[in-house]
């Protein structure tokens, strides 16, 4: 399984440039495709760290980029690039803020992500990621995100970390959640992998040009440590399998109406 998704982004990184700017360094020497996952001040503590855990278990080699990363914001930063991740955020961190603190980056702007993506590179927006993918934001959406907990209807009110019920693919699924946003979006080649209780999208996958967005309001990437801080039943497992599930859609390497992930 991760074997053909490596081939599958192994071409899209072919297609996206040569070597990644910034740091001097080629692609991995052991052909593992390259994603590049963003830490800094918009990120939350931990979160690139746990992205990068998911997508090595996905098949990536992984370099963050950031104010105090070897590899910083800059036009040829994304050259060569499989994916570009952008994680979680503070709790409690408005998204404003985290647009914010990410405009302050040296070298960064929003056109040098879109442009990467509209090319045929990829993008996964993780919570807070996946609020930045609308407006404010990248806005690399076919629609908008917005805040799950606030819309009518939802199956939580606050901002607690917990678990939260989706259908991934129409099979039942718990999955770590913080404050995640929903997905507003409608358009030729949307995916929508998995509904909120009342069906609001909850993870979503759609073109942007000749590439991917990939967004989730919940957590895949949650490690187990997550789940104990909070005395929530560990699903972390689970949700590594559903995320392979995400990055392999993301890719192209699942048609829509494939098997989905396996139940735990």
Same mark, same amino acid.
């Given at each position: 399984? !991760? #074997?053909?998704? #490596?081939?599958?982004? #192994?071409?899209? @990184?072919?297609?996206?440039? *040569?070597?990644?700017?910034?740091? *001097?360094?080629?692609?991995?020497?052991?052909?593992?495709?390259?994603?590049?996952?963003?830490?800094?001040?918009? #990120?939350?503590?931990?979160?690139?760290?746990?992205? %990068?855990?998911?997508?090595?278990?996905?098949?990536?080699?992984?370099?963050?980029?950031?104010?105090?990363? !070897?590899?910083?914001?800059?036009?040829?930063?994304?050259?060569?690039?499989?994916?570009?991740?952008?994680?979680?955020?503070?709790?409690?961190?408005?998204?404003?803020?985290?647009?914010?603190?990410?405009? %302050?980056?040296?070298?960064?702007?929003?056109?040098?992500? %879109?442009?990467?993506? !509209?090319?045929?590179?990829?993008?996964?927006?993780?919570?807070? +990621?996946?609020?930045?993918?609308?407006?404010?934001?990248?806005?690399?959406?076919?629609?908008?995100?917005?805040?799950?907990? %606030?819309?009518? *209807?939802?199956?939580?009110?606050?901002?607690?970390?917990?678990?939260?019920?989706?259908?991934?693919? +129409?099979?039942?699924?718990?999955?770590?959640?913080?404050?995640?946003?929903?997905?507003?979006?409608?358009?030729?080649?949307?995916?929508?992998? @998995?509904?909120?209780?009342?069906?609001?999208?909850?993870?979503?996958?759609?073109?942007?040009?000749?590439?991917?967005? @990939?967004?989730?309001?919940?957590?895949?990437?949650?490690?187990?440590?997550?789940?104990?801080?909070?005395?929530?039943?560990?699903?972390?497992?689970? +949700?590594? @399998?559903?995320?392979?599930?995400?990055?392999?859609?993301?890719?192209?390497?699942?048609?829509?109406?494939?098997?989905?992930?396996?139940?735990?």
């Amino acid at each position: 399984m !991760r #074997a053909a998704l #490596a081939v599958v982004l #192994a071409v899209v @990184a072919a297609g996206c440039g *040569g070597s990644p700017g910034g740091d *001097g360094q080629a692609q991995p020497a052991d052909g593992r495709p390259l994603a590049l996952v963003y830490r800094g001040p918009a #990120a939350c503590e931990g979160c690139p760290e746990a992205a %990068r855990t998911m997508l090595e278990h996905g098949g990536f080699a992984v370099r963050y980029v950031g104010p105090r990363e !070897r590899l910083r914001f800059g036009p040829s930063a994304l050259a060569g690039v499989a994916l570009y991740v952008q994680p979680g955020g503070s709790n409690g961190q408005e998204v404003s803020t985290a647009w914010e603190l990410l405009g %302050r980056e040296s070298g960064f702007s929003p056109e040098l992500v %879109r442009a990467y993506v !509209r090319g045929g590179g990829r993008y996964l927006g993780l919570c807070m +990621g996946g609020y930045l993918a609308g407006d404010p934001g990248f806005d690399l959406l076919p629609g908008d995100s917005g805040q799950y907990a %606030r819309s009518p *209807g939802a199956s939580v009110s606050d901002e607690r970390d917990r678990l939260v019920d989706v259908l991934w693919r +129409g099979r039942p699924q718990r999955m770590y959640f913080q404050d995640g946003p929903y997905f507003d979006v409608d358009g030729p080649g949307t995916q929508v992998l @998995a509904r909120y209780p009342g069906g609001r999208p909850a993870v979503v996958v759609a073109p942007y040009g000749a590439g991917r967005v @990939a967004v989730s309001g919940p957590h895949p990437e949650a490690p187990g440590d997550w789940y104990r801080d909070y005395g929530l039943p560990d699903e972390s497992e689970a +949700g590594l @399998a559903l995320g392979e599930d995400l990055l392999r859609t993301l890719t192209g390497d699942t048609a829509p109406g494939a098997a989905p992930a396996p139940s735990p």
